[in-house]
């Protein structure tokens, strides 16, 4: 398999056995009372491109010295195969200098996502947009409905089942203020509070 990293084609001795490919999303997951589930992907995360080989050959010096300037400039590279070609910046070189003619080394990537180039994820395109939609229409439309308050109901436990959040008691307050006369504290079944969303 042909490897080129930064623009130097890696030969056999130098090259991985393989590259691992793949990875992981970064997730934030929150899980509620009653078996509900929460999750947020921030994007896709990838596994760190490792191994180990040896410079060999007249040239060897030279082969380590090139690829020990890529790592100390930090900037992004092109690891490139046949079928692919990968943005990375090298996280650690370890070259073990015994011989000008035989360098020993282990080597990690890491890959890179380059939101600077103007592919922006997917949650920055939803914000863009709803952010446009709102300017567009000169403000947000709040979407309401009525609740009747049962026995046993707080404006804590309206605010987590309608907005989903107990700490959003006081919007539900601050919208029934005419009906809510004593307080946010001293609701009574059969109110009928507005529940704007």
Do not use: C
């Not at 410079?55 to 690891?79: C, N, P, S």
Request: aromatic share 8%; no cysteine; charged share 30%.
């Amino acid at each position: 398999m042909k490897i080129v990293l930064g623009g130097m084609e890696l030969r056999t001795e130098e090259k991985p056995d393989t590259i691992p490919l793949g990875g992981e999303q970064s997730l934030a997951v929150e899980q509620f009372p009653g078996g509900n589930v929460s999750v947020q992907n921030f994007g896709a995360g990838f596994r760190e491109i490792s191994w180990s080989g040896w410079f060999e050959g007249t040239d060897a010096f030279e082969r380590m010295e090139q690829i020990e300037a890529m790592r100390t400039k930090g900037e992004k590279i092109v690891l490139e195969t046949e079928k692919y070609s990968l943005d990375v910046v090298i996280k650690s070189f370890q070259p073990e200098h015994k011989k000008n003619f035989y360098i020993p080394f282990s080597l990690t990537l890491i890959r890179v996502i380059d939101h600077d180039s103007g592919s922006k994820d997917t949650v920055d395109k939803a914000a863009e947009a709803i952010k446009r939609e709102e300017a567009e229409s000169g403000m947000t439309e709040e979407k309401e409905e009525t609740y009747t308050v049962k026995s046993g109901d707080t404006l804590s436990k309206i605010a987590l089942k309608f907005l989903g959040n107990a700490n959003a008691y006081d919007k539900i307050y601050q919208d029934n203020k005419a009906i809510l006369t004593k307080g946010p504290h001293k609701i009574y079944p059969g109110q009928v509070l507005v529940i704007r969303k």
